[in-house]
């Protein structure tokens, strides 16, 4: 396999740097990850969990080593050990979150905010982590993003949603009584209806400059030897994006809910007549919108992954590198499409699979270019990035971390 | 003289960790050491037992990570897996086991085997175990909040007369001290009627004792009041056994084993394994329950079979109501012909 970048003999004046492509290229296979999926498992569920974590260290190091940038392959350096005692540390953290809640409605409360408080931190630590102990060519990344920009990312949506949660856990009920409760009980169900959708709105609003903030601060904080890299990211950008990612949510939705209605009322569900006939239409109007609900959910998730990667991944430079992702959102709708259906033919067998194809199509989306020789690039003094817990718990709540 | 064989070597790229530059190297394995050498510089080496080795797989770039941060980088992986073997070097069972397929169906089955293994037996012994380290004030006090939400939102103070509500009470505490010397020890309860509303003919318990019954439920078995004593007891069977907390870990460990093995798309299937899981185990104690109020009627002298007329109008009712409403797809108690015939033995 030959080289892109080849370091010339000095005897020859050094020609000007041609700026060069680099490809992204993944050879992963289905069924060699199938192979080691099933033995994680495995191993996991008969140590009731305690593997998980050298299971995730060998997941993310037979992806690393099949990413291949230009020939050459990212190497993870992370320690399971210290992975696993992250783990301990939050599951410890998850069980008295959950015990909490079961002792009174202030504790539970109490909880509550203390993980939200420690959340942003987490999240930071956990890409810290991640980033330095990833390495390319021998040379470490590295997260720059400070503590104080994390809790400032997060904040647009999560000051409102704590608002909302801290005014429905004091917000008291009014007594039962007889009579008059019932309106009494009417009003204050309007007043929650009414609170619920006001929530709702300002989630709404909040959410693409959530999602500009935060991705801003990851992309910003990215390093790589002395490459800072810098992302141009407007949240007009962004909001547009999710309004018309709503827009594609709602169509099918709608469809398969209007068609719904008409057999219903084909199959004359809203005439009183023997149970039979009613109990068909419901079942078909019930049938139909979890239909309409996978289909939006197959529609509206690749849609949002393969624009948002586009957006922001186009829009990050360094001083020498400039990132381009080209992902079709078609070709994820239908890659999205074929593993939702596989997986549930399978009962999740084909998991594995769906997980290297998908890595497939988006990583070789992206390519990069180089306006010098990265062989030329040396590696600046880098403190010891040793704290694990961070990105356990990036994967305890599901948020995905990787690059 | 010694023939000292000479340690195969193999070609790669050494990365020093400090520039981005690519040193072609020959590297070699000697008495517990990796050697590396590039054209004309001298040799360096460090203990393979610090250097992180890479695990044999078809696909991916081998990597052998140094301890000063370099890298040593092989573009052939098979050319690798040959050279690491001839110099010596095994490979961890784990690996094994991932590179065959042989093996990996082995491990299939025996992960469905565990799986099987957990839902029947592994979940309700640690349910059960969580339970007993329960302090009794705490689930107390979870009974005392659900009891609280629940009469807030469905119930509503009895509407029967004080005499019908103390005879039911009364009848009760004469058949449980009738059947104590039968049934054992029993639990601290207490017995609440409500006016249920929607919820019709209807009897609950809740962790830490409290057992509600409905006033729907006392004027359905006005003509046998005994009936009235066996839900009751069935109810006392549910609170003995401690099944409200059960349920509630039991379907905390479900979920989390159906989060592991289907992972980001758990939250569209987990439910319906899940749930088919959690009736099953419902199914459980609802049959738990009967034993023991069956054994309390005996216990007291009434005949279990109080009970069938029971459930024949139960099962009128919930005819009716399926008339008008949803099918009834699943169902958390066992059928009502199987539950007749259990309290119609001898």
């Not at chain 1, 005439?271 to 049938?287: V, Y």
């Not at chain 2, 590396?36 to 610090?50: C, D, H, T």
């Not at chain 2, 969580?130 to 009794?136: F, I, R, Y």
């Not at chain 2, 104590?180 to 009897?203: E, H, M, S, V, W």
Request: glycine share 8%; hydrophobic share 50%; charged share 15%.
């Amino acid at each position: 396999m030959e080289h892109v970048v080849d370091a010339k003999p000095a005897e020859l004046a050094p020609a000007p740097f041609v700026p060069r492509q680099l490809n992204i290229e993944f050879t992963g296979s289905g069924s060699e990850y199938f192979r080691i999926w099933i033995v994680n498992l495995l191993l996991t569920l008969v140590t009731l969990g305690l593997y998980l974590p050298f299971a995730k260290a060998r997941r993310i190091r037979y992806f690393y080593a099949n990413t291949h940038i230009a020939g050459q392959a990212l190497s993870f350096h992370g320690d399971a050990w210290k992975m696993f005692r992250g783990f301990v540390l939050l599951a410890v953290l998850m069980g008295v979150y959950a015990i909490a809640g079961h002792f009174s409605q202030i504790a539970a409360l109490i909880a509550f905010i203390a993980l939200c408080a420690v959340w942003p931190a987490l999240w930071r630590a956990s890409m810290q982590f991640r980033l330095a102990n990833t390495s390319w060519r021998g040379l470490r990344m590295a997260f720059d993003g400070s503590l104080k920009g994390a809790y400032l990312a997060v904040a647009p949506l999560y000051l409102p949603l704590i608002a909302f949660v801290a005014m429905t856990q004091f917000a008291e009920p009014p007594p039962t009584g007889e009579g008059e409760a019932d309106a009494a009980a009417a009003a204050a169900m309007a007043t929650q209806g009414l609170l619920l959708l006001a929530a709702m709105a300002v989630v709404a609003l909040m959410t693409p400059w959530f999602l500009t903030l935060t991705k801003r601060y990851q992309h910003n904080g990215f390093r790589i030897a002395s490459q800072q890299a810098r992302v141009d990211l407007p949240a007009s950008r962004m909001y547009g994006l999710c309004v018309k990612g709503t827009l594609v949510a709602l169509i099918p939705g709608l469809l398969a809910v209007g068609a719904g209605f008409g057999i219903a009322v084909a199959f004359g569900a809203f005439k009183d007549q023997e149970g039979n006939t009613l109990g068909l239409g419901l079942m078909i109007f019930m049938a139909l919108l979890l239909l309409g609900y996978f289909v939006c959910f197959v529609m509206v998730v690749p849609y949002f992954a393969a624009r948002m990667q586009n957006l922001v991944w186009s829009a990050t430079r360094s001083e020498a590198v400039s990132f381009t992702s080209r992902l079709k959102f078609r070709a994820l709708f239908w890659l999205t499409l074929k593993n939702w259906t596989l997986v549930a033919l399978t009962l999740s067998l084909y998991r594995p699979f769906a997980a290297v194809h998908t890595a497939r199509l988006r990583l070789e989306a992206v390519s990069l270019t180089a306006s010098e020789d990265v062989a030329q690039w040396s590696a600046r003094a880098r403190g010891g990035m040793q704290d694990a817990t961070g990105d356990i718990a990036g994967d305890f709540f599901g948020i995905d971390m990787g690059l | 003289m010694n023939a000292h064989r000479e340690p195969p070597r193999l070609a790669a790229d050494y990365f020093d960790g400090i520039s981005g530059r690519a040193n072609p190297v020959a590297v070699w394995l000697d008495a517990g050491q990796l050697h590396w050498a590039a054209e004309g510089s001298p040799p360096r080496a460090v203990a393979v037992s610090n250097a992180v080795w890479p695990e044999r797989q078809r696909h991916g770039q081998r990597h052998v990570q140094l301890p000063d941060g370099g890298v040593l980088v092989f573009a052939d992986a098979p050319a690798f897996d040959t050279w690491a073997s001839a110099s010596g070097y095994g490979e961890s069972g784990v690996v094994r086991w991932q590179q065959s397929w042989r093996l990996t169906s082995l491990a299939l089955l025996l992960f469905a085997a565990c799986l099987l293994v957990l839902w029947r037996w592994g979940i309700p012994a640690a349910a059960g175990a969580a339970v007993a380290w329960m302090p009794e004030a705490v689930e107390a006090q979870i009974g005392q909040h659900t009891l609280a939400y629940v009469d807030r939102l469905w119930l509503k103070p009895s509407q029967l007369d004080a005499k019908a509500q103390a005879d039911v009470l009364q009848r009760f505490a004469d058949a449980a001290n009738a059947a104590r010397p039968a049934t054992g020890p029993q639990p601290a309860y207490r017995i609440l009627i409500r006016d249920g509303g929607k919820l019709g003919p209807n009897a609950f318990a809740l962790p830490g004792g409290d057992i509600v019954v409905t006033d729907a439920l006392v004027k359905l078995m006005h003509d046998e009041p005994q009936a009235v004593t066996g839900v009751l007891a069935h109810e006392l069977g549910h609170v003995k056994h401690r099944h409200g907390l059960r349920q509630a870990a039991q379907a905390a460990a479900l979920g989390a084993i159906a989060g592991l093995v289907l992972g980001d798309f758990s939250f569209l299937l987990a439910s319906a394994p899940a749930m088919l899981a959690q009736m099953d185990y419902s199914r459980d104690f609802e049959r738990q329950a009967d034993l023991y109020a069956r054994d309390l009627l005996r216990g007291a002298g009434i005949d279990p079979r109080v009970m069938v007329v029971f459930f024949e109008r139960i099962e009128k009712i919930a005819d009716d109501e399926e008339r008008h409403g949803l099918p009834i797809a699943f169902s958390s108690h066992p059928a009502n012909a199987q539950r007749i015939a259990f309290f119609s033995q001898r």
